[in-house]
């Protein structure tokens, strides 16, 4: 049985994962692969910190990432540190070397991925992510081969488990942001600075991935317009129940007569749509194609093991190539060159939730500055808050962003409208 | 561009599916593979009847199967006549004569599915198989790839339309089987003979097929413990709601301390859970594995233009193993010989439903029945029918099968127990 000789770079979490399941299915690899992965060596800053950690007897630490670059045995190199600029320069040296390269690393292929893949090819080795994006989900194989008789036209994921996990609690336990976020950093779930994860920078990164591939044209973190869930209120969650909805931080690409629309934003999806039950930090990653209808896949999209699944799988594949001496068939296929489509022309059906005067003849004003931009009104809760102040939750037909914001001003100018408190978009079944 | 032949066998639903996306997104499979892929000859045994259909002008029909297999230049023959007699002797023919091959042939698959991958392999030639079973979810190439790192533990399957399809309609809007079956048979989502279906037998080869590529041994349909939806009935499905359960007709392979466990059975799963909102004619494939932890894939599982897209990814993954002279890898893994587990055995929560006399003191009875049998109870709604009759539905415990078989044994012996109306199995979150 032929022995292929790799390393790893970097062990923290993802990387022990992957040489955890390296380790508990050698045999099962073996097995499926007809190969016997070894790992050689392990490049880290400071061996000390693993000294808890037992290696097989075929591997060793090292500190100089030369000893990895340089040695002619190592056929596969294993990217899980993470970071750009020093990642960058490991994964191009393997490559210029002629070795294959997994890797876990978003934002690696989110600035250079193309360029990589590139010299990957010339060089007639492989280069596999499928752990870059989402974790345990395998998307980017399904994408690049499983749908890749589709056209696809639409990509809607929940793509970030943090802000799921703290959507959900609010939404089943009726705990504020606050409340939940505190809670979730308590549990490591969320970083000790959110931001990140909680204005939806994180899932723009993995949408511009997906939509590279999607649609055949480089698409970068600047093209997607993102807004977060931070002004998401316990209020709007139960309103949008009464509606039939459930609110998620969703990523989503759509191909338009008129170019792209990228965007993340928290939006309501009606309960029945499968998106709807992927609870906690769950995520999950929906694509429309032209043959397919509709596939969902839903998983993990974090957490040692199942990330470190993903890496495992391509480690087999590309070990698999090495065997059969056919390394270097990925390439990328960016040949198109769609517009993107600016947000504020998107249609939508829109949620509004104002505080206005408890007094007759304020309903009327209001839908009079609603048929003015020619908007109609799908559903309307009205509800008292005290002897002064009322609650109205208002579901609007489809229409352009810009004609909600016109909205938004004339609801302003008006004296009964103490505030418009939220405006959430709605994502039709 | 290199220009690769191949021909179709059959051109009914699926067929027609295919040669639609192969037409449409031409452009995009060249881009994407880097390969021609050209419809020279259709098999079909009566081409008139295919006369409203324009083919390119590259295809044409033939009615003499020889006219493919001795035609040197097809290097690809994509099976979807379906049946296994003519349909294994073609395939057969082709892999000899070392053409590729792409099937969507479930019964094929199940009856020599691992003696045509050997001849495909010892050809030097591929056999691929994505659109084989649920249509356009791609579980071949998941549990094949993507998930080949993992040491499955347990898939479970929504794995049949039409029972999914009754079983939704008649929770959602409270019809009798009986009404929706008719319906579906009228919009003709059922057949007239329905029994493959609404039996679990569909549900059972597709299972047998999934679960020899997740555990690494062949299993056969006769494997599977099978029991259908006929008995379902709306007032059990009224009970479930109010226990927090849908129902669901399921496939479940799971690995024991004691082997394989391999059952397609109607059951109760938690609204919380992702299988319980696959509503309608969808599908859905849940796995779990010591990597991912858990993940699932939902999408149409039949269908015209999903299940071609599964066939189309084939060919484009064919067409591109020919452009680089690499077919022949896919092998067969099937090194295990693990147990199949006896049903009697396993292990699992039970709903039942019991008529029973209308008169204090029965439900002592029941109850000391249930504790002789060792078997707790973990909730209990007790309703009046009429003045002598009590409607109790219970649902119980983990208990082997055999103790609730033994239940209800003696329950039958109860004076006071008119009739058990529904046994049906929960299944855990």
Redesign the interface.
Known sequence: MTTIKIALLGFGTVAQ?TFN??Q??AE??K????VNVEISKIYVRNPEKYSHITLPETAKYVTDIDEVLKDDSIQMVVELMGGTSFAKDCVEGALKAKKNVVTANKDLLAEAGPYLLDLASKNGVDLRF?ASVLG???II??LY???????ITEIIGIMNGTTNFILTKMSEEGLSYQDVLKEAQDLGYAEADPTADVEGLDAARKLAILASISF?RRIFFEDVTVEGITCIDTEDIKFGKEFGYNIKLLGIAKETAQGLSLNVYPAFIPT?H?L????GS?NAIYVK????????????GA?S??T???V??D???VA?NVS?N?TG?L?P?Y?DQKDIYSPGKIQSSYYLRLAVDNKTGVLAKISAKLAEQKISVLSIVQRNMDPETAVLAIVTSKCPRSYILNLIDSFNSLRSVKAVNSVIRIMEA
């Open positions: 994962g399941l390296l508990d299915n099962l690899i097995n499926r692969t007809g499928e345990g989900i395998p194989r399904t081969e499983s749908l890749a008789g589709n056209r055949n029945t499968p709807a039950s992927v609870r769950y194609g032209n043959g397919i209808d509709d596939v969902m896949l839903y998983g993990r957490g093991l199942p470190g699944s993903s495992v799988s480690i087999m594949e698999k059969y056919e068939r390439k296929f040949y």
